[in-house]
């Protein structure tokens, strides 16, 4: 039986409308992505990635009281209890950094006061919890591969700067922190996607939070979604050298391989977040003296859109970004988690108002009823 064969099934549920929500609008044409009504190019020239929190689980943007008394608590949050630390940086030195960040977020919800309440006062609390408290998790995590201590939030520093100062010990230069700031801000929302989705299903069932977190994790580590950053980064440097990377894109896709960052479900003809993260990263390159990964993608670009008419999605150009940040390679996807938590937070809210579990059907293709013949008698 073919899938077209079954009446309203769609593989992949490509064009299905499986909720309605007021957070973000992708654009199939990838003119603009925009995040309750902002244009998410106009957050990343003007606005700060906590701003965009505050945006994305209040539905509107702050007055300066408001706003100062958000950072506050994001602030305040930051901190993980020191069990928790050790817990993080004692587990295997092999595991990849996906499942540690899922495990420590599933750690801290024994840890949250509001564990097991789902109302919106606590939701929201817990979700300035969850954004705070990541990077920090995340950063002691780095530093303890490297055989060094974890380090304390730095007080004084934005999200971002407060990240990489807690990973390096060192203030960061501000292009760097505003480099990874946009690249948070692009990665804060992006409607049904499929670890947003998982989110919710999970909280269709009523689950708590931190739950409905640990499976969206679990969705994005894939290569097909968030995944992709990491894998986008390998083969920058597999192909190693600019006049390498035509005929290694042409002889992959020959093959029929997936390159990975390329690509998209929704957008069709561009992925406006691109642009953006690749003019950082040529910034950022510039500034280093280190143009060689950005002068492998622009290649990788051409000839994709040349040969397959596919265009870049966010995770490509995010690659040499991070990596000209100093980053571990495996740490690009989780940089995924930290920029999207307050947009999974948000769809986790808006699920509970007039919540009906998620139940699709599936179309049985298995055989028809038979008897039960007891072992003895079978041959
Ligand atoms: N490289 C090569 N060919 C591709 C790529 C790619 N990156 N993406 C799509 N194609 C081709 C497919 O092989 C397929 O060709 P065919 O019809 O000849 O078999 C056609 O384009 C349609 O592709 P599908 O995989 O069916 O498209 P789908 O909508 O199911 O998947 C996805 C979208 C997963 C993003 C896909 O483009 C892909 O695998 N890209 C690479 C992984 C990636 O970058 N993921 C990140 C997505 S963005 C995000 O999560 C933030």
């Not at 948070?184 to 269709?204: D, K, M, P, Q, W």
Request: net charge neutral; hydrophobic share 40%; glycine share 8%.
């Amino acid at each position: 039986m073919m899938p077209s064969d079954v009446p309203g099934y769609s593989p992949g549920l490509e064009d299905v409308i499986a909720g309605l929500s007021g957070i973000s609008k992708v654009d199939p044409e990838g003119d603009e992505l925009i995040y309750y009504g902002y244009k998410v190019s106009q957050l990343c020239e003007q606005s700060s990635f906590e701003e965009v929190c505050y945006l994305l689980l209040n539905g509107t943007l702050p007055l300066k009281n408001e706003f100062t008394a958000f950072q506050k608590k994001l602030i305040e949050e930051r901190s993980v209890p020191s069990k928790l630390i050790q817990y993080i940086c004692e587990l295997p030195k092999e595991a990849h950094y996906m499942d540690v960040l899922r495990s420590g977020i599933s750690n801290l919800s024994h840890y949250d006061p509001q564990c097991e309440d789902n109302s919106k006062e606590a939701e929201l609390a817990k979700s300035i919890r969850l954004i705070a408290k990541v990077p920090t998790l995340l950063a002691a995590r780095i530093r303890a591969q490297k055989g060094a201590k974890p380090l304390a939030p730095h007080a004084k520093l934005g999200h971002a700067a407060n990240f990489l100062y807690m990973v390096n010990g060192t203030e960061p230069d501000p292009d760097f922190a505003k480099a990874l700031d946009v690249s948070l801000i692009c990665y804060a929302e992006h409607g049904f996607n499929a670890s947003t989705f998982t989110a919710r299903v999970i909280a269709s069932t009523l689950s708590e939070m931190h739950s409905c977190i640990t499976g969206a994790i679990g969705a994005l580590k894939g290569p097909l979604h968030g995944g992709a950053n990491e894998q986008a980064m390998y083969m920058l440097q597999e192909i190693g050298d600019p006049a390498k990377a035509e005929g290694w894109i042409k002889e992959k896709l020959a093959q029929k391989a997936k390159i990975m960052g390329f690509g998209h479900r929704v957008y069709k003809k561009k992925d406006a977040r691109a642009p953006i993260l690749k003019n950082w990263g040529w910034k950022l390159a510039k500034k280093l003296g280190q143009t060689k990964w950005h002068e492998i993608a622009e290649i990788v670009e051409r000839v994709m859109m040349s040969e397959k008419k596919l265009f870049p999605n966010v995770d490509f150009p995010a690659a040499p970004l991070y990596y000209l940040l100093g980053l571990p390679i495996e740490v690009d996807t989780p940089l995924f988690v930290v920029g999207r938590m307050p947009g999974w937070c948000a769809h986790i809210i808006e699920q509970r108002v007039g919540n009906r579990i998620m139940r699709p059907e599936s179309h049985y293709t298995g055989p028809q009823a038979r008897d039960y013949i007891p072992l003895i008698k079978r041959s």
